[in-house]
C-alpha cells in the first residue's frame, strides 16, 4: 500500500498570500489529521477530519482551515500568511479514528 | 485537558548503551499513548502504541515502553544503543472527547556516540 503523500513537498510564499496544501491518505483510512511543526512550538495539533466531517480543532486562528473530500483526501487552506506560519506541516491518517495514525513526510512552507 | 512531558530535551548515549527516554502524560480519560521517531526533513514513523491490555509494549527496532499508570509515565527503553537510533523521539498521548486529539510532547533528540 501506498503510504500517506503530501504535496507540495516545499512552498515559498510571501506575507499576505494565501496557501492550500494537500494530503492523501492511505487507501481505505477515513481519518486525517493535520499538524503544525515548528522549532519553538514543536507537534501542535490543527484539526481531525472523519467522513468528511471537522470532528476536532486546535487552537488556531480561523485563517487555518480544512475539509476533506468524499475520498478521504483533505486540504487544508491557509489565507493571509504570517511569517510566523513557516512551519512543517504534517498529515496523518488512520483506518479509524482511534487507530494508529501514519504520517506523511510533511510540506515544508516558509513566509518570506 | 491532557498534556505530554518529555524529560531532556536532549540525551547522549553511547553505542551500545542503554537508551532511556522518560515521558509523563496527564490525561482526565484513560489514553492511547505513543512514541514515534522522525528522521532529518521527514515525517513521523510510529515505534510502538500502548492502548490497552498488556503494560509492557514491544516496538520496531528493539524498543520497547512500559505504562505505569500510578507514575503516569510511558517511559521509551532500548537495551543497546545503535548510530543508527539517532533521530528525535516523540511521546504523544490521544483521547477521545467528543472529537480525537492527539498531543505531542516537545520530543527528546537522541545523540549516539561511537
Known amino acids: 500500500k501506498a503510504g500517506v503523500t503530501q504535496t507540495p513537498r516545499y512552498l515559498i510564499k510571501t506575507r499576505g498570500q494565501q496557501v492550500t496544501l494537500s494530503c492523501s491518505p492511505i487507501s481505505g483510512h477515513r481519518s486525517v489529521s493535520w499538524y503544525q511543526q515548528t522549532p519553538g512550538q514543536g507537534l501542535q495539533f490543527l484539526f481531525e477530519?472523519?467522513?468528511?466531517?471537522?470532528?476536532n480543532k486546535g487552537n488556531f486562528p480561523g485563517r487555518f482551515s480544512g475539509r476533506q473530500f468524499s475520498n478521504s483526501r483533505s486540504e487544508m487552506n491557509v489565507s493571509t500568511l504570517e511569517l510566523g506560519d513557516s512551519a512543517l506541516y504534517l498529515c496523518?491518517?488512520?483506518?479509524?479514528?482511534?487507530?494508529?495514525?501514519?504520517f506523511g513526510p510533511g510540506t515544508r512552507l516558509t513566509v518570506l | 485537558a491532557q498534556s505530554v512531558t518529555q524529560l531532556g530535551s536532549h540525551v547522549s548515549v553511547s553505542e551500545g548503551a542503554l537508551v532511556l527516554l522518560r515521558c509523563n502524560y496527564s490525561s482526565s480519560v484513560p489514553p492511547y499513548l505513543f512514541w514515534y521517531v522522525q528522521y532529518p526533513n521527514q515525517g513521523l514513523q510510529l515505534l510502538l502504541k500502548?492502548?490497552?491490555?498488556?503494560?509492557l509494549v514491544k516496538g520496531i527496532n528493539g524498543f520497547e515502553a512500559e505504562f505505569k499508570k500510578s507514575e503516569t509515565s510511558f517511559h521509551l527503553t532500548k537495551p543497546s544503543a545503535h548510530m543508527s537510533d539517532a533521530a528525535e523521539y516523540f511521546c504523544?498521548?490521544?483521547?477521545?472527547?467528543?472529537?480525537?486529539?492527539?498531543?505531542f510532547g516537545a520530543g527528546t533528540r537522541l545523540f549516539v556516540k561511537a
Open positions: 500502548y492502548t490497552t491490555g498488556a503494560t
Open positions: 496523518a491518517s488512520s483506518l479509524d479514528r482511534s487507530d494508529t495514525q501514519y
Open positions: 504523544a498521548v490521544s483521547v477521545e472527547t467528543g472529537g480525537f486529539k492527539t498531543i
Open positions: 477530519y472523519f467522513s468528511e466531517t471537522q470532528r
